[in-house]
């Protein structure tokens, strides 16, 4: 994949959603949400979290315009989703898949609220499917091979708004559970700066100067994050001209790509508030990627209503 320019990832919707989402225990939830969890009491069942832990994150979550609270009289408090949360469902699919082939899918001893659904029904074919990602335009597969991201102008850069740019301070360490006890895919999109990393190495960035532009975490902190996605499989460090180090996507970082290109389209959408957006390119065709699920069986695009996990 050729280098992006640079900036671009910053200053897309990709930064806010990574702020939004980016944090083990609110995944966590969604996941329990989408699967039918309104109560207070439904989510402290399913996760065996604690009350204080629970309690803020769902109040983020409302916070956030993921989850609404509502409250009817002589009733408990309900947390649906929102119209914003609901569209997290092609994320949490893309999620679901990788936990499949490469995750807790294939760890018995995984805790069952970190394991994903045995099978995905596609309701208008009746058949168990393992869902195809392709390019909305031309309907051929999507991987990072075959696109490109689009380069910013300098009127980007000036016109987002301060507060979507991610500045250094915010991204910080993840307190939402000891990063090293928690299933691969939650130590990488459960947390802002690995989720960060991996979406610009997926850009083409390679270099720790190339990564710390890019995302703008601090070379101490990058440093950690960078070893740590080494030692969870994410990424190989190969050495080149003499002690400089370039980092490589293994293939489970690679096969973590719908999940990024969703949350770029979900944080463009639903959290972009007027920022620049990132455009990705799908060379085969030369369209600005828009991703959709396929049903392999019947070739029908997947939606929300569509599919049950059972």
């Known amino acids: 994949m050729p280098e992006a320019f640079v900036p ?4 897309s919707g990709a930064s806010r959603a990574i702020e939004v989402l980016g944090d083990a225990w609110v995944l966590r939830i969604l996941r329990t949400s989408f699967r039918g969890a309104r109560r ?4 402290m069942h399913a996760l065996g979290v604690s009350r204080a832990v629970l309690s803020d994150r769902l109040e983020r979550m409302c916070r956030d315009g993921l989850l609404e609270k509502i409250v009817a009289p002589s009733a408990h408090p309900e947390y649906r989703l929102t119209e914003t ?9 893309a999620m679901w898949q990788w936990e499949q082939h490469w995750g807790t899918g294939t760890d018995t001893s995984a805790p069952s609220h970190d394991r994903p659904r045995i099978r995905l029904i596609h309701l208008e074919c009746g058949k168990p499917i393992d869902p195809i990602y392709a390019c909305a335009h031309c309907q051929a597969p999507v991987t990072p091979f075959d696109t490109f991201a689009a380069p910013a102008t300098e009127e980007d850069e000036h016109t987002a708004p301060a507060a979507l740019l991610p500045a250094r301070r915010r991204y910080r360490k993840s307190h ?3 990063r090293g006890s928690l299933p691969t895919l939650l130590r990488l999109f459960g947390d802002r700066w690995n989720a960060m990393i991996v979406a610009a190495a997926l850009q083409g ?3 720790f100067s190339a990564l710390s532009v890019a995302t703008g975490i601090w070379p101490a902190s990058l440093t950690d994050r960078l070893e740590e996605l080494q030692s969870m499989g994410m990424l190989r460090g190969i050495s080149y001209a003499g002690s400089r180090l370039e980092y490589h996507l293994t293939r489970a970082a690679i096969a973590t790509y719908p999940i990024t290109i969703e949350l770029i389209h979900w944080g463009d959408h639903w959290q972009r508030h007027s920022a620049s957006s990132l455009t990705v390119i799908h060379r085969p065709c030369g369209q600005s990627l828009r991703g959709q699920w396929m049903c392999p069986h019947c070739n029908n695009v997947l939606q929300r209503d569509t599919i049950r996990f059972d």
Do not use: E, I, P, Q
């Not at 207070?40 to 989510?43: A, G, N, V």
């Not at 949360?85 to 699919?93: E, K």
């Open 8 to 11: 671009a990832l910053r200053v």
């Open 40 to 43: 207070f009491s439904d989510h």
């Open 85 to 93: 949360g609901l569209a997290l469902w092609s994320v949490l699919l």
């Open 176 to 178: 939402s559970d000891d």
């Open 205 to 207: 960035h390679k270099t």
